[in-house]
């Protein structure tokens, strides 16, 4: 008897059981914020985010996850629906790359109150910052398929919105905006994430082959951070484990530095899960008499290399060493090359930083359908209005007459306002 396969979609799971090494070998080409590892990690250090995940299966081994949580709150503005329609928190809390709401918009979000918008389930990995589907094996209707079943699922379990904020324009990931507009949503531009090509022969090479401009950006943040008489090195795998706690005070620093907000609960126990699995985890230290005063952090998966956290302490190093593009970007790329690697993934924040050093781009956009079909264009409005605003505060044209929003620069010139991945 012949035929494909038949595709197998289930919702509100938990995670697929598998450790690193079997995500080394079933998903991957697969971000590692999507995998069983990082985002198990998650969910004990989110306990208020309700596991419910959306799980294809075929053939034996194959395998598609589109992660989600419900939430009864934000924990987090990044996490918040209304923060993409424009909606400022009471608390100042910027989300990553963050943009000057206008303070009517914000209000009037403000007057729906929340019941239009909790529960609400998180399509992606809330400390990855991606919303995206992790798989081994592909049809032309494998994300309209896993959409098309989590949406009325989860509307029916009481649901009462769907946000999937960082969807990166990958190829296939259009598939994924499409289908959740087909079923309601409304989207819109978020921002930009940064990714090198390791298009050369050797890290000289592709110093060599960059125009004069970035190379010699390169050239005096090489030249400050050696300046700077601090002590850089990289340290990898278990050596990270007795600095683990005071890489998350730094990134916690760092983004507090720069009006967002993070636990330092959180980032422990993620890179503790993924010491605990042995994943190929590599921190680029800056220390000074012996105190580690900043850090960059990376995660090596197949052949590519993911810058995914940064952190300094800017009282000991100042705002101008030059260290963050050494740790975060320099040093990385030049390691990379060395072991053969195809990309660095650099995530998203300090765009414009680090396009200026020889990144490419990816856009990524926001998706959000609410349960109430009356609210819809309203949503799609603001949704709308607040992303042709990203755009234009992002250097970007914008495409129709919106308020102006001022990007939120970084505190300094050497960082971000978020995490780099």
């Known amino acids: 008897m012949g035929g ?23 998903l991957t080409d697969s971000w590692p914020y999507l995998g069983p590892t990082y985002l198990g990690a998650t969910e004990k250090a989110m306990p208020e985010a309700r596991a419910w995940h959306t799980i294809a299966t075929r053939a034996r081994g194959e395998l598609a996850l589109l992660p989600g949580y419900v ?18 928190a009471p608390s100042g809390e910027e989300v990553c790359c963050g943009a000057d709401a206008d303070a009517g918009r914000s209000a009037e979000v403000d007057a729906l109150g929340t019941d239009p918008f909790f529960p609400s389930l998180l399509l992606g990995s809330p400390l990855g910052y991606r919303s995206e589907i992790a798989y081994n094996f592909w049809t ?77 950006r390169i050239t005096a943040d090489l030249r400050k951070a050696e300046a700077s008489g601090l002590d850089v090195r990289r340290i990898d795998g278990e050596q990270i484990r007795p600095h683990a706690s005071r890489i998350a005070e730094l990134i916690c620093l760092n983004r507090e530095k720069n009006g967002a907000g993070e636990e330092p609960g ?5 890179i503790t899960a993924l010491l605990d699995e042995g994943a190929d985890l590599r921190a680029y ?72 050093r020889g990144a490419q781009s990816r856009a990524m956009t926001t998706a959000l359908l609410v349960s109430d079909a009356s609210l819809r264009p309203t949503i799609g409005r603001w949704l709308g209005d607040f992303s042709a605003g990203r755009r234009t505060a992002f250097g970007d044209e914008p495409e129709r007459s919106v308020p102006v929003l001022n990007l939120i620069q970084p505190g300094s010139s050497d960082g971000g306002c978020c995490s780099t991945g």
């Open 71 to 88: 939430l009864d709150s934000a924990p987090a503005v990044d996490h918040e629906p209304r923060t993409y329609l424009g909606w400022r």
């Open 4 to 26: 494909s396969p038949r595709t197998v979609v289930t919702t509100g799971q938990p995670l697929p059981d598998l450790d690193w090494s079997g995500e080394m070998t079933t």
């Open 285 to 356: 230290c800056g220390f000074d008499n012996d105190v580690l005063v900043a850090v960059g952090v990376t995660i090596r998966k197949g052949h590519r290399l993911f810058t995914k956290w940064a952190g300094f302490d800017y009282d000991a190093i100042g705002d101008r060493s030059g260290i963050y593009f050494v740790l975060v970007l320099d040093a990385p790329v030049r390691d990379a090359y060395a072991e053969g690697l195809r990309v660095v993934e650099c995530g998203a924040g300090a765009h414009r930083a680090k396009t200026l």
């Open 266 to 270: 959180h980032i422990l126990g993620l």
């Open 140 to 216: 032309p209707t494998l994300m309209a398929s896993m959409v098309n079943a989590l949406v009325p699922a989860a509307l029916e379990a009481g649901v009462k919105s769907i946000v999937a904020p960082w969807i990166p324009d990958r190829r296939g990931n259009e598939a994924l905006v499409t289908a959740l507009e087909d079923a309601g949503a409304s989207s819109g531009f978020w921002g930009y994430e940064d990714h090198i090509p390791l298009d050369a022969d050797s890290w000289e090479g592709h110093l060599a082959a960059l125009p004069v401009k970035k190379k010699r």
